[in-house]
């Protein structure tokens, strides 16, 4: 039905960068929010940052101000650029997609992007 892909993980030493994408495909006639969650080894999963088709995003207290999420909805594609990546910034990272289907709206999720900060 619907597709979620992402990509952009890695190895990146602290103080480093990444910018991680997620597209969706499939039957979509539109996506409402996105976002990014995390889960790292022995821990819940956790919301890192989420966006609205018209832009508004909200960050997780532990990423605010190192982490920006942004969209291209011609592209169904939402990315989260990390800057200043620290060693608890590892996990693997899963978006997330509330998707319009014409009939409805379901929740997809993709399969993760693992992370890994270390030097």
């Known amino acids: 039905q619907v597709q979620l892909v992402e990509s952009g993980g890695g190895l990146v030493q602290p103080g480093g960068s990444l910018r991680l994408s997620c597209v969706a495909s499939?039957?979509?006639?539109?996506?409402?929010?996105m976002g990014w969650y995390r889960q790292a080894p022995g821990k819940e999963r956790e919301l890192v940052a989420a966006?609205?088709?018209?832009?508004?995003?909200n960050y997780a207290d532990s990423v605010k101000g190192r982490f920006t999420i942004f969209r291209e909805n011609a592209k169904n594609t939402v990315y989260l650029q990390m800057n200043s990546l620290k060693p608890e910034d590892t996990a693997v990272y899963y978006c997330?997609?509330?998707?319009?289907?014409?009939?409805?709206?379901?929740?997809?999720g993709g399969q993760g992007t693992q992370v890994m900060v270390s030097s």
């Open positions: 966006i609205t088709s018209g832009g508004n995003a």
């Open positions: 997330n997609a509330d998707v319009s289907l014409g009939y409805g709206t379901s929740r997809f």
């Open positions: 499939g039957s979509i006639f539109s996506i409402n929010a």
